[in-house]
């Protein structure tokens, strides 16, 4: 059984930064890709940026592309998420997630298996 355990969120003012983390256990972290996600009150879940296994791959939404960087360390089973300029429309709850299939690496909610408790981040203006 995966377990996903997200750390690192908090209340930030705008143009703020933080780093949120995921710490994996189960299955062979390495060999799947990861992505976070985020909702807000209302909305549905959106994609923010995904990781390949190997780093050689990465993706990010539209709306974070500039301001945020995923990275990944094999070695501690740990993906990160470092979110910069830091925007009140930034405010939801952030999820990591695993990859259903070795080697892939997708956008979407439905092609990830693992998902984290989420934790929540907060931009006031």
């Known amino acids: 059984q995966v377990q996903l355990v997200e750390s690192g969120g908090g209340l930030v003012q705008a143009g703020g930064s933080l780093r949120l983390s995921c710490a994996a256990s189960?299955?062979?972290?390495?060999?799947?890709?990861m992505a976070w996600f985020r909702q807000a009150p209302g909305k549905e879940r959106q994609f923010v940026a995904a990781?390949?296994?190997?780093?050689?791959?990465?993706y990010y939404g539209d709306s974070v592309k500039g301001r945020f960087t995923i990275s990944r360390d094999n070695a501690k089973n740990t993906v990160y998420l470092q979110m910069n300029s830091l925007k009140p429309e930034d405010t939801a709850v952030y999820y990591c997630?695993?990859?259903?299939?070795?080697?892939?690496?997708?956008?979407?909610?439905?092609?990830?298996?693992?998902w984290g408790q989420g934790t929540q981040a907060t931009v006031s203006s």
């Open positions: 990781i390949s296994w190997n780093g050689g791959s990465i």
């Open positions: 189960g299955r062979f972290f390495s060999n799947y890709a």
């Open positions: 997630a695993q990859h259903r299939h070795i080697g892939a690496v997708t956008t979407v909610p439905r092609d990830y298996l693992y």
